[in-house]
């Protein structure tokens, strides 16, 4: 199975495992990326089920909007019971780098506001180690030569994504070279450099499920049992 086709299947298995639980007054919360958009377009024929979303970017409302589904500001929702998403990279605690598609940061808000994060992806993004992928980091414009060098000081290379200013104004910093051994403590190092509005690490906030598409089909991990709090 090539790599669009495990991206297809696992959109389809998360639909089959969100269908049974949509109720009229459910909330979703809808990821960024070609995997998200390929779960939103099969959202659509479920659109009745329930009642709306909050979207993770602007591209993925205007996607969600184009097939009828209502889409929500955040503030206006009390409660999102799923948020469906794909990563850049995943280990074994499902643990992600996000934020190819420069969303991170409201990626990271929707899944901290979720009651459940499920993952999608196809298996490319699986790896022992994060950091393969080049960590984005968001930050605001003023600071991006200072966010840059403190970065370089924690060990990585910083390189400004060019052309690229998130739904939120700022800009972001790819940081290459950047083994990450220490997920947690890393994800919330970065977060205190002054300038910094978030990183696309998903280390304190895993995903709880994984639907990960592999040549076999699609593989289900969940959180591990330890690390649930
Ligand atoms: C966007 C993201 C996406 O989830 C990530 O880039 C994966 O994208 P795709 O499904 O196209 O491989 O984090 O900010």
Redesign the pocket.
């Known amino acids: 199975m090539d790599q669009d086709s495990q ?1 297809r299947s696992v959109a389809e298995a998360a639909l089959a495992i969100v269908e049974p639980r949509l109720e009229r007054d459910t909330v979703l919360g809808i ?6 958009n390929l779960f939103i377009d099969g959202l659509a024929e479920l659109a009745h089920l329930f009642d709306g979303a909050v979207a993770s ?1 602007e591209a993925s409302a205007e996607r969600l909007r184009q097939h009828q589904i209502p889409v929500y500001d955040l503030n206006a929702v009390n409660r999102i019971e799923l948020y469906i ?4 990279e995943c280990n074994e605690a499902l643990q992600l780098i ?7 940061t409201r ?1 990271k808000i929707v899944a901290a506001v979720a009651q459940e994060f499920i993952c999608i ?2 298996e490319s ?1 699986w790896v022992p180690v994060l950091g393969d992928f080049p960590l ?1 980091v968001e930050a605001i414009p003023m600071a991006r030569s200072h966010v840059a060098r403190e970065l370089v000081k924690l060990g990585g290379d910083p390189v400004l994504r060019e052309g690229v200013i998130t739904d939120n104004g700022n800009c972001i910093l790819d940081v290459h070279n950047f083994p990450i051994a220490e997920p947690l403590a890393t994800e919330a190092r970065i977060n205190a450099i002054v300038g910094v509005v978030c990183n ?1 690490l998903f280390a304190a906030r895993p995903a709880d499920q994984l639907l990960l598409g592999t040549a076999q089909g699609v593989q289900t991990f969940r959180r591990p049992a330890s690390s649930l709090d």
């Open positions: 991206k990821g960024t990326g070609s995997t998200a970017s998403d794909g990563a850049d996000k934020g190819g598609g420069a969303a991170l990626e992806a196809d993004k984005p696309g």
